[in-house]
């Protein structure tokens, strides 16, 4: 089974430049979420999508985030204009839904971004 | 508002060694406690799972100890090895309806031969 695929690895841009990040999850998870790593800290979640929908994105810092899921598959997440303090991983997971126990999250390698 | 403090920052263990991390958290409506590992480069990876229900929970040389009045839950690696080092993330969820999990600040262990 393929896991989360996450593009590009790695992105280095200029202060106010725009973003975007890719991610593909696994084939059936219906539940898919973003989420922030700074370095030496645990993830921080920008934004959950259950289907199509956005389900959480209290996080999501919205002056200059964004993000979609328009077939509730793939999903972009997308800065504009990036700040300094943008720099970071950018971690993508998915899981399966359902409301009766926990659903394990699985992430994909992320996506390191460093803003010159 | 950090809800789940975990130490130490960072930690060097012998080959063979036992290595202890441990994380307390605030909010009593979590109730599923899960550690993850993740090696540089990579994203997180689930290793071992608690429920308050029990106290210990145990994985090969991966044990979860879990104390429900103290809201304190550790992780140890008997054993340790090279292969163990990286960094690990205790977090909390709760376990019915919108499983949001707050991860800690995670720990980088170090194995030494």
């Known amino acids: 089974e393929a896991g989360v695929v996450q593009s590009p690895r790695y992105k280095i841009i200029e202060k106010k430049q725009p973003v975007a990040f890719w991610c593909n999850p696994i084939?059936?998870?219906?539940?898919l979420y973003w989420y922030l790593q700074n370095l030496g800290q645990g993830p921080e979640l920008l934004i959950r999508y259950e289907n199509e929908e956005a389900v959480d994105d209290s996080q999501l810092p919205k002056d200059r985030f964004s993000a979609e899921r328009l077939k509730g598959v793939d999903s972009t997440l997308k800065i504009q204009p990036a700040e300094l303090g943008d720099s970071a991983v950018y971690l993508c997971?998915?899981?399966?839904?359902?409301?009766?126990?926990?659903?394990?999250?699985?992430f994909g390698p992320g996506t390191r971004l460093t803003v010159l | 508002q950090q809800q789940v403090k975990q130490s130490p920052q960072s930690l060097i263990v012998q080959k063979g060694g036992i290595s202890i991390i441990n994380c307390a958290y605030e909010?009593?409506?979590?109730?599923?406690f899960p550690w993850y590992q993740q090696f540089p480069g990579k994203g997180p990876a689930l290793l071992i799972a608690?429920?308050?229900?029990?106290s210990e929970k145990k994985e090969g040389r991966f044990t979860i100890s879990f104390n429900k009045s103290a809201k304190q839950f550790s992780l140890h690696i008997m054993d340790s090895q090279p292969g163990d080092s990286a960094t690990y993330f205790c977090a909390a969820s709760n376990s019915g309806g919108y499983q949001k999990v707050t991860f800690g600040t995670g720990t980088k262990l170090q194995v030494i031969p």
């Open positions: 084939s059936g998870h219906n539940t």
């Open positions: 608690i429920r308050p229900d029990v």
């Open positions: 997971a998915s899981s399966r839904s359902g409301r009766s126990s926990y659903n394990e999250q699985f």
């Open positions: 909010n009593t409506a979590f109730d599923y």
